[in-house]
């Protein structure tokens, strides 16, 4: 899961079909299955939130054109229902709010859609418009996409634009999640060195702060933090992991942007340090 301030919001029309553009260029859909898949799966693994109601997700399932689809669709049709349908905890719901005169370039109501369809669109659109508290990340894809601009929403009062991510580049896509992922960075004084071992942490002075090594930096090598990084839990500003091969709880702090520098934790007994429902997710 990555950690993020941002909503993404998914182009509708990469569930919700023109039936009649289907049915007069296929191959173009065939890129489509692809990309859809790949960006479900993609969702699936770093669970943003996403700006989705349920009224909208129930039309996109309900529309979604599962019928005229040929035998080799059968894989795309079940990882489209299973996301639609298995994913509702990053789905944040909005009210069914319309800002006076909002429109999108380009256009988000699909002639296609149905009148149903169009209205929580705009529904959707001025969500994203009105937001002042997240921003919004459009993920949408090249054979949709006719621009050479990003997505922009217009009231009388503002023009807003948005980070446009075309998820059949799957490069793209991975580069751009992985800007939100924390990265290890060590920090020198967290160096391996008998005076900040535990059991110098038990005889310290305790007068006097303590600077505890990172155990598994003793090679100099930074896949072994990464690693318990990557499995780490959140905790107020910083992560808590576990170094099962070195039995030692490691707290990582962020010290730039997402770079997080960690450190052993010997005051393990201390809930305030290691909350006991952390503790229990790593079965400790």
């Known amino acids: 899961m990555i950690d993020t301030n941002f ?4 182009d509708v029309s990469a569930i919700i079909w023109d039936e009649d553009d289907f049915k007069a260029d296929k191959s173009k859909y065939y890129k489509l299955r692809n990309g859809v898949s790949y960006l479900f799966e993609k969702m699936g693994k770093e669970k943003p939130t996403i700006l989705l109601r349920n009224e909208l997700l129930n039309l996109m399932i309900n529309e979604f054109p599962v019928r005229m689809l040929p035998n080799e669709f059968h894989d795309f049709i079940n990882i489209v229902y299973s996301f639609l349908g298995g994913n509702c905890s990053t789905f944040i719901p909005y009210s069914c709010t319309t800002s006076a005169g909002i429109s999108s370039t380009p256009s988000q109501i699909k002639t296609h859609y149905n009148n149903n369809t ?30 050479n601009n990003e997505l922009t929403t217009k009231t009388e009062e503002k023009t807003n634009s948005y980070e446009t991510i075309f998820s059949d580049n799957f490069n793209d896509l991975d580069d751009f999640f992985a800007k939100f992922k924390p990265k290890f960075e060590h920090n020198d004084k967290h160096d391996c060195n008998p005076h900040k071992t535990k059991d110098a942490w038990q005889k310290r002075d305790t007068t006097k702060g303590f600077i505890s090594q990172l155990s598994c930096y003793k090679e100099k090598i930074n896949t072994k933090p990464q690693l318990i990084l ?21 707290r990582f702090k962020c010290h730039k942007d997402n770079l997080f520098h960690g450190f052993d934790e010997y005051d393990n007994e201390n809930v305030e340090i290691i909350p006991s429902e952390i503790k229990g997710k790593f079965n400790k």
């Open 7 to 10: 909503n993404a919001v998914f």
């Open 118 to 147: 169009k209205n929580e669109v705009r529904y959707l659109i001025s969500k994203m418009h009105t937001d002042d508290e997240s921003i919004s990340k459009y993920f949408t894809f090249k054979c949709l996409w006719n621009e």
């Open 230 to 250: 990557n499995k780490a839990i959140k905790y107020k500003t910083g992560f808590i992991g576990y170094d099962v091969d070195n039995e030692v709880w490691v």
